[in-house]
């Protein structure tokens, strides 16, 4: 007689990019092992594959393409995944700042990591009175790249890395007579429009990323040893991983 099958629970979010109902289940036993395993092996493209395929086979409905995903929507689909799973909660070990050494428990809930849009973040770039670019999230391995990846790269392939991940960013240049979709356009192409722009313009363009909105989790710990407060501010999925 085969042995009965264990139902799972499903729950449902709504994406922030989108606000699009995504309906999703938690980890399964194998695939947190599958996670604990990647994690502890210290190999970014095992931690990266595996994440996807995690997440991909938590995400129940369809249509929803793991890969497009904004980098903050990833973020909040695996802390809600990851929460429903292991706990509403993360346990951390933070250092205070004001000695650098200290080290400080901190049990961070799931419930208190906020959305951040900086008041100046946009997705048009006003190049000039009539040059505009619209710039669209990164994608998934972008994502990727730049949570696990970026500390292995040499500083010349960081720069073209930056410059690619530019131009796989953007979506449409126009004019108020033309326009140009980035799909229309070649690799080559749009690397020699960024090229030619001046300084300033490429730092309007960086501010975009600068200011992407992100999952924040700020706090004040106290050094038990100097007895000063430290402001905390968390980010980024690779400290919530665990």
Known sequence: MPLPKVSTPVFELDLISSNKKVKFRPFLVKEEKSLLIALESGDDKTIINTL?????????????????????DLEYLFLNIRGKSVGESVDLMITCQDDGVTQVP???????????????????????????????????????ENNFLASNVK?????????????????????????????????????DFIGQLSSGQFQLIESFFSTMPKLVYKTKVKNPNTKKDNDVVIEGLSNFFA
Request: proline share 3%.
């Open 52 to 72: 996807k395929s995690v997440l991909k086979s938590c995400v129940l409905t369809r249509g929803i393409k793991i890969e497009d995903l904004p980098s903050f």
């Open 106 to 144: 901190v049990s961070l809930h799931m419930s208190d990591i906020k959305l951040d849009v900086p008041d100046n973040h946009t997705q048009t770039i006003d190049l000039s009175d009539d040059l505009h670019v619209k710039l669209k999230y990164p994608s998934f391995s972008q994502f990727a």
């Open 155 to 191: 500083d010349n392939e960081l720069i073209d890395k930056a410059f690619d991940s530019v131009c796989d960013c953007i979506d449409q240049i126009y004019t108020a007579d033309e326009a140009w979709s980035a799909s229309d356009c070649t690799k080559k192409e749009l690397l």
